[in-house]
C-alpha cells in the first residue's frame, strides 16, 4: 500500500486573492509533477485534500492525470492545523493514497510514518513523497521536486 504525499503548488498571494488559487506558476508545476508522477505509474484509489482552493486545485490535475476514477474529496485530516490522527487512519487504510496539502502538516505526517526527527526544509516544497506501508512499518520510496520556476515559462 502505497501513500503519496502532495504540497499543492505555488499559491498566489492573499493580497491578490484571499482564497489563494494557485498562480500560473504553481498550475505549471502542478501539471508538470502530475504527468511525471503518473508515468511513474501512481494510480491511487483515493485522493483526499484540505479543502482549501489551492489543494483542491492540485489534487483535481493529479486526479486527472493519475486516476480520474479515483474516490475524490476533502477530508478535515488534511487542514494544516489538525493533529496527525491521520496516520493511525492510515494504519488500517488497504488501498493507495494520496494526501494532498500543506505545510508543516505533510512534513510532520512523513516524520511520523518513517519515525524520523522532524528536519526543517526535509519535505519538497510544491512536491510529491512516495511512502510505502512494509511488514515493519513505513518507508520512503522515492521523491519528486517541483521543476524550477524560471524552467516553466
Known sequence: MFVYLVHHG?????????????????RDQTDTLSGRAAARGVHPDVIWHSGKLRARQTADAYWRACNPLAEFSATRWMQPDDPLRLADLLAVETRDVMLVGHMPHLDRLLCRLIETAPQAGSFPLNGVVAVERTETGW?????LEAPELEALK
Open 139 to 143: 518507508a520512503e520510496r522515492w521523491r
Open 10 to 26: 505555488q499559491a498566489v498571494n492573499p493580497g491578490v486573492d484571499p482564497q489563494r488559487p494557485l498562480s500560473r506558476q504553481g
